[in-house]
């Protein structure tokens, strides 16, 4: 754990990464693949949700919360996640190939919520306090 707060460069990549998914006009991910910008790869079945957005959004907050360890940085964390959750999905309104989804919102805020709680009852009831 403490290669990511001593790394916050690798934080920040994970984030270009993400940034450069999401505004890609089509499905990178999909051109790779199935050889079809078109089609976009499931990792598992949606349910209410987008499991592909919910997936990305935990990873990149399990990353952020590992990162920044002091409650000032984390406050910021958690308004950057949000924001960058909501912006990048609205961004598909103006991106051609892409389209925006409820359910792939919902997915992204998800994914940070999940997180956020989890930290607060590692914190709370200190599973990995000594």
Known sequence: MKF????????????????????FPGSLLGLVIYNDIKLQPQITPD???SSNHFYAFMIISVIG???FTELKQIK???????LLSVTL??????IPQR??????????LLGVIVVIFVNNLINKYGVFKK
Do not use: P
């Open 99 to 108: 389209s925006f989804e409820w359910t792939d919102l919902f997915g992204n």
């Open 4 to 23: 990511f707060s001593k790394n916050k460069n690798f934080f920040y990549l994970i984030n270009l990464c993400l940034i450069f998914f999401y505004i």
């Open 47 to 49: 349910f209410i949700i």
């Open 65 to 67: 919360f590992f990162t």
């Open 76 to 82: 910021f964390l958690i308004i950057y996640l949000v």
């Open 89 to 94: 999905e609205l961004s598909h309104l103006i």
